[in-house]
């Protein structure tokens, strides 16, 4: 019997979430198999190796992504693992679009609560 379990994130850019899972000391592996218990096996497009043999991964479903992991084993707070990707993915999306549609960042604060406030302007 299968213990994996499949979240699915608001991440549609696998080239991005590579970039913030390196960028937050992950060793990412791509295209292999995610482990979970009893040697239960599925395979994820990035996949994070743990030690203790109960891998993170990320697979493609649709236009976006889903987290998969036996999350029983993983021992992980999986709600601040998946805030932490989160808010970094969207914080790398949105200084592409900005450099993108030629806006630059004038201010940028990180909140109390860990908000991040972004302020943009451009030249008309």
Do not use: C, P
């Not at 960028?23 to 030690?51: C, F, H, P, S, W």
């Not at 203790?52 to 992991?69: K, P, S, T, W």
């Amino acid at each position: 019997m299968s213990h994996f379990t499949t979240i699915k994130v608001q991440i549609k850019q696998g080239e991005v979430l590579l970039d913030v899972l390196q960028e937050l000391g992950y060793q990412v592996e791509q295209n292999t198999q995610v482990r979970g218990y009893m040697g239960d096996t599925i395979n994820a497009e990035y996949v994070i190796k743990q030690a203790n043999g109960y891998d993170l991964g990320f697979r493609q479903n649709g236009e976006g992504y889903e987290l998969v992991a036996d999350f029983w084993g993983a021992k992980i707070n999986q709600q601040e693992f998946i805030n932490n990707i989160s808010q970094k993915y969207a914080h790398k999306t949105l200084m592409e679009t900005i450099q993108t549609e030629g806006f630059s960042v004038e201010e940028e604060e990180v909140l109390e609560d860990g908000t991040v406030r972004v302020l943009v302007g451009r030249w008309v």
